[in-house]
């Protein structure tokens, strides 16, 4: 893989997510040259992206193709009236934004890879996403308010999150929302360094949906 492909899985991955851009690369890798393709672009890039190596290690391996489980957190969202996603996975936000109710506002909070283009990763959902700060968001705290992230590996004590997670989940947040929710979307263990991400305490998550 040259520069310019691993430039496309920056940009990719900063507008769409890492684990869907990850789902993204592999696919049209398999649909050109099957397995040797996707074995490739492990060797080349995995180390470098340790989600898009997790992807690639689990698909060779016989695994499922990707698995959005909405129904894993509809249960968790029942009743709100706002939720505030910290990360972004566009396949599963898509899904998620297709069974929420219309009446409840979701938010973005807009911290992340310098790269993204907010703008445009927010027309993508034609007004059904709105824009928020780490200055603003706690404005949408509330016992009916959750406060989602996406988390890629979990075991009994830490999840592998993004970095915003930490700056958003303090203890003062944890009392003005309802719950803090994890969206475990990947379901392979993390083979190398993981590059992007943090180790969290999972007590900084009041629920994770799957369960480790």
């Known amino acids: 893989m040259n520069a310019l492909q691993q430039q496309a899985f920056r940009l990719a991955a900063s507008e769409l997510g890492m684990a869907t851009a990850a789902w993204l690369f592999v696919q049209e890798s398999a649909a050109i040259s099957g397995p040797p393709a996707v074995a490739e672009l492990r060797d080349a890039m995995g180390r470098a992206w340790p989600v898009l190596d997790a992807v690639c290690a689990g698909w ?5 193709a990707r698995d959005v489980d909405v129904d894993a957190v509809l249960p968790q969202l029942e009743g709100i009236s706002r ?8 396949a599963w ?3 998620l934004l297709a069974k929420l109710p219309a009446h409840v506002r979701v938010g973005l909070m807009q911290v992340g890879d310098p790269m993204t283009h907010w703008a445009r990763l927010l027309s993508n959902h034609g007004g059904r996403v709105e824009a928020l700060s780490l200055a603003d968001f706690q404005a949408w705290a509330g016992p009916r308010s959750v406060m989602l992230t996406f988390v890629y590996g979990a075991s009994e004590r830490q999840v592998f999150v993004l970095p915003s997670w930490l700056r958003a989940a303090g203890a003062d947040v944890r009392l003005q929302f309802r719950s803090l929710l994890g969206w475990r979307i ?7 360094y993981p590059r ?7 007590q900084t998550l009041t629920d994770l949906r799957p369960s480790a």
């Open 60 to 64: 060779l391996a016989g695994g499922p």
């Open 83 to 90: 939720l505030v996603l910290v990360g972004y996975e566009a």
């Open 93 to 95: 936000v898509d899904s």
């Open 186 to 192: 990947l379901d392979v263990p993390l083979e190398v």
């Open 196 to 202: 992007w991400l943090v180790a969290a305490d999972v």
